[in-house]
């Protein structure tokens, strides 16, 4: 389901003179270059990085409990429930709140003809054109007809690293977190996973 996908580290740039300088604050005698210090604090920083990343998990960094929406719920309810809650996106689930897809406002913006990330001036522009353009392709439909479907998810074992990943390789801002059984249990958003990585710099 994930990949283990390393990401790119951007070590400090330490120059020959602060390499010497540090040695030479080192008591007693170090038999080795500058280049060969270098090269062992570059892999050294490397592999801590990769540690701290593989020690944050998705069990850390979720929102839970999580508001999750049936399949059948009309899209105006849905609406409503994702504004009441401040939120721009939720889980889909069916009657056994299984995790099947995921409804966000990308979605609802795609339905109403408006494509998937349009700036304000767009919106207002297209709908005085055409009154009927926020509520039209809506009325009578639930969110089984417009949900992102099939849902990509999680369990709470993945790190931080294949969470940042995912969300770049699949271009999503959420990722539902689920059970053995495939019940949800909670969510990771973009904005956990900066969080997440505000949390992992402080180690560094």
């Known amino acids: 389901m994930s990949e283990n996908k390393q990401l790119p580290v951007i070590a400090a740039d330490i120059s020959e003179g602060d390499i010497i300088k540090a040695m030479k604050a080192i008591p007693g005698y170090i038999d080795i270059t500058p280049g060969d210090f270098r090269e062992i604090y570059h892999v050294a920083h490397t592999l801590a990085v990769q540690r701290m990343l593989d020690s944050v998990t998705a069990s850390g960094l979720m929102t839970s409990p999580v508001l999750s929406i049936e399949q059948t719920t009309q899209l105006a309810e849905a609406a409503r429930m994702l504004a009441s809650n401040q939120i721009t996106g939720a889980p889909v689930v069916d009657s056994e709140k299984k995790v099947v897809g995921v409804i ?55 790190t931080i690293g294949e969470i940042s990943a995912i969300f770049t390789r699949q271009k999503i801002n959420r990722i539902p977190i689920v059970d053995r059984d495939g019940t949800v249990v909670g969510i990771v958003t973009r904005t956990d996973l900066t969080h997440g990585f505000h949390i992992f710099s402080q180690g560094l």
Not at 131 to 156: E, N
């Open 104 to 158: 966000s406002e990308k979605n609802f913006l795609i339905e109403m003809g408006l494509g998937a990330s349009p700036s304000f001036m767009q919106i207002a522009t297209h709908c005085l054109h055409d009154k009927s353009c926020l509520v039209a392709r809506l009325h009578g439909r639930t969110v089984r007809d417009i949900m992102t479907q099939p849902a990509i998810t999680g369990d709470k074992q993945m």
